[in-house]
């Protein structure tokens, strides 16, 4: 059986050009958080903000308007299947564990296009 080969394709000019405007940043302004929180709430399945331990929130964004929303929190202390599949000891856990995250929430907000190049 032939293996399939993966399809590449470099971005069009205005592809390009979207992408150049393209910014991710931290998430830290009062008012930027409530902003977060209340659209996570609306429009993400979870209807939940809520996140445990440490956290980060970063928005994705294209000259300024909001795209894209995620979270990031601390690893879950016991993951039986995540432990098994490193294969760490319960002290290598231990010492290792605050280098790992969780992936706790991602939205592509509903109301985001595709952004047209200006």
Known sequence: MAK??????RPA???QHV????HTRLVSTPADLRR???LLIEHHYLHSAA???????????HRGRWL????FSAAAYHLRSRDQ????????RRRRLPLLVNHSRFLILPECQYPKSQ
Do not use: C, M, N
């Not at 399939?4 to 394709?9: S, V």
């Not at 992408?19 to 393209?22: A, I, N, Q, S």
């Not at 996140?51 to 964004?61: D, K, P, S």
């Open 4 to 9: 399939l080969k993966a399809k590449f394709r």
């Open 13 to 15: 000019p205005a592809e």
């Open 19 to 22: 992408l150049e405007h393209l």
């Open 36 to 38: 977060f929180d209340a």
């Open 51 to 61: 996140l445990v331990g440490e956290h980060l929130r970063y928005v994705a964004t």
């Open 68 to 71: 894209a929303l995620a979270s």
């Open 85 to 92: 599949f490193i294969g760490w000891s319960p002290a290598q």
